[in-house]
């Protein structure tokens, strides 16, 4: 993060601008509509400025600028194109620690102006940290299309009710619970249909009936899918940015707890072969526990809680102790990392059925069907089957496959990491071993696995 998102208060400061042209205009305007003072310094002013002077009561000096003008001053911009004035007014803001931004110069700049999204008293900011402003304004509007105009009376709805709402609702947890369903539900589509009296009307009927809610939490068992954060269902994001709590696996990516709820707490219990940072049962009552509490808790897994995720016995213990819970299916890792790699699970040359298989075989034993996994026609693909690689293949033979059967492995598939390595039954032990592979992968065993070099459509991993 090159530059730190801050909102600054400038009513009634004294703000600089040098440069009196069509650009310092356009930042006159942002910065008065902030209710900022405005000084402007600048050899030549140009008519738009000029006609500003009255309407934002602007102090206009006609002048070349010199490093003594910035005393006194809260902000400085200097927008002209003189590079010689630019670098004298950075320098001199710089030396006395007062904020400077040179237009369409970042290195000189010790902020930046983001493209605003203005639903006063709601705004958002977006920035390319200088990089491309084409760019952030692009990003801007797809934020304004979404985000309705009389979102600020929504904003002003909740000011005004907040203190009553804080006597009510004693509890912050199920006070901020109650804002959540105001803010989403009815009153909010009144109040973008233009209908605020009965919004007001329908708030305080809300606040007068309602009672201490029971401290009783809930649980969310969500899918993360195979890495990819915009994998993601929209159910899934919704519940992991209202979640107090978030207790996630070692298969969630970095980017994916990026998007839960700021100020909700992490916990980590993930799970490898032989060193498991909690037990199952341990999990499982840390839930309950959690949810006891009166937290809203998320229970992010990788891939789909459903599918070697061990979500059925985490329910069970909720189920158990009348634990309220949702569970939220995700992108399992078969059809994810599949389909990133160019690899069908099924096809009607090749592969008529498919079988999801966990390879993480206890104590080495081969306790599995082998004989019905290796009859013809068929994807099998192997969950976890990384350390169990040799002896997968050798059974597989052992059993009927071919030496020459195809079998794939691919490494954080769906990422921009993705590793996809193909070979045989007899060749991909030795391969892996050459590549370094290393968990989290996926094993891929069918004739489906000779497509991936025609079919492989994302091509920012590596596949050898």
């Known amino acids: 993060m090159d530059y730190f998102p801050l909102f600054l208060k400038l009513k009634q400061q004294n703000c600089l601008v040098i440069g009196a042209g069509e650009v310092a205009a356009r930042k006159i305007e942002l910065l008065t509509k902030a209710g900022a003072i405005i000084t402007v310094i600048a050899n030549k002013i140009s008519p738009t400025v000029a006609n500003m002077q009255n309407t934002h009561q602007l102090t206009i000096t006609e002048k070349t600028f010199d490093k003594t003008d910035i005393k006194g001053f809260r902000l400085v911009v200097s927008a002209t194109n003189n590079s010689s004035t630019n670098q004298l007014v950075a320098e001199s803001a710089t030396k006395l620690n007062i904020l400077v931004n040179v237009v369409d110069n970042p290195a000189l700049c010790s902020f930046i102006f983001p493209a605003i999204i203005d639903r006063s008293p709601v ?240 104590d080495g034993s081969s306790n599995l069907n082998w004989q019905q996994l290796s009859a013809p026609n068929q994807t099998i693909v192997f969950y976890m089957g990384l350390s169990s690689l040799e002896n997968i293949c050798h059974s597989l033979i052992e059993h009927g496959c071919s030496k020459n059967h195809p079998i794939a492995i691919i490494q954080q598939g769906t990422t921009i990491k993705q590793r996809v390595i193909t070979g045989t039954l007899e060749t991909l032990p030795e391969s892996v071993l050459n590549e370094g592979i290393k968990a989290p992968t996926l094993i891929i065993v069918g004739t489906v696995v000779t497509l991936h070099d025609k079919l492989n459509w994302f091509k920012t991993g590596q596949s050898t």
Not at 202 to 225: F, H, M, P, R
Not at 266 to 292: C, D, F, T, W
Not at 349 to 360: D, I, N, R
């Open 123 to 362: 705004i958002a900011a977006v920035s390319s940290g200088g990089s491309s402003p084409v760019l952030a304004r692009l990003l801007r509007a797809k934020i304004e299309s979404i985000i309705p105009p009389a979102f600020g009376q929504l904003a002003h709805l909740a000011e005004k009710y907040r203190s009553r709402v804080k006597e009510q609702i004693k509890v912050p947890s199920q006070r901020r619970i109650f804002w959540e369903n105001v803010l989403q539900g009815r009153i909010a589509e009144l109040i973008f249909s233009g209908n605020t009296q009965e919004a007001e009307f329908q708030l305080n009927k809300i606040i007068s009936t309602t009672e201490i809610a029971d401290n009783q939490g809930e649980v969310y068992l969500v899918g993360a899918g195979p890495g990819a954060a915009d994998l993601l269902t929209f159910r899934a994001l919704r519940l992991m940015q209202q979640a107090d709590v978030v207790v996630y696996d070692r298969l969630v990516s970095a980017e994916i707890l990026e998007l839960t709820r700021r100020d909700a707490e992490k916990i980590y219990v993930g799970k490898q072969r032989q060193s498991h940072s909690l037990p199952q049962e341990s999990i499982n009552e840390l839930l309950a526990n959690l949810a006891k509490k009166g937290k809203r808790v998320v229970r992010l897994k990788g891939g789909d809680p459903f599918i070697f995720g061990r979500g059925g016995e985490e329910i069970e213990t909720l189920l158990q102790q009348g634990i309220n819970f949702q569970v939220v299916p995700g992108i399992t890792a078969a059809s994810g990392c599949a389909t990133y790699a160019g690899i069908p699970l099924t096809h009607r040359e090749h592969a008529q059925s498919c079988t999801f298989v966990t390879g993480h075989l206890k």
